[in-house]
């Protein structure tokens, strides 16, 4: 079973860098295709990044390519979002999802992923 808690999100000036995790208690970690998402209060749900499950691609919302790094340790059956360069408008709850698809397409849409985690805040002051 596939439980996902994140962790790292906080409080953090414009410019500045924060690196959140998402960990899976599960055993299967190594064969889900995993994404970021954030949602601030009243908007749908964002897609950030995603990264397929050997690493072999990646995938970024134009917003935040040059910012964010997205990775993961398939040992650790953990999953990792460098974000730089914060902006306020980075501002939003974070969620990590996990999708049973192994293939090397993008995974963009909220409804394409079966698992998510409860999420992490984000706050960037100006």
């Known amino acids: 079973q596939v439980q996902l808690v994140e962790s790292g999100g906080g409080l953090v000036q414009s410019g500045g860098s924060l690196r959140l995790s998402c960990a899976d208690s599960?055993?299967?970690?190594?064969?889900?295709?995993m994404g970021w998402f954030r949602q601030t209060p009243g908007k749908e749900r964002e897609f950030v990044a995603s990264i397929n499950w050997d690493e072999s691609r990646l995938f970024y919302t134009e917003s935040v390519k040059g910012r964010f790094t997205i990775s993961r340790d398939n040992a650790k059956a953990v999953m990792y979002l460098q974000m730089n360069s914060l902006k306020p408008e980075d501002t939003a709850v974070y969620l990590c999802?996990?999708?049973?698809?192994?293939?090397?397409?993008?995974?963009?849409?909220?409804?394409?992923?079966?698992?998510w985690g409860q999420g992490t805040q984000v706050t960037v002051s100006s």
């Open positions: 999802a996990a999708a049973t698809y192994r293939g090397t397409r993008g995974r963009i849409r909220p409804d394409e992923y079966n698992y």
């Open positions: 599960g055993r299967t970690f190594s064969t889900l295709h």
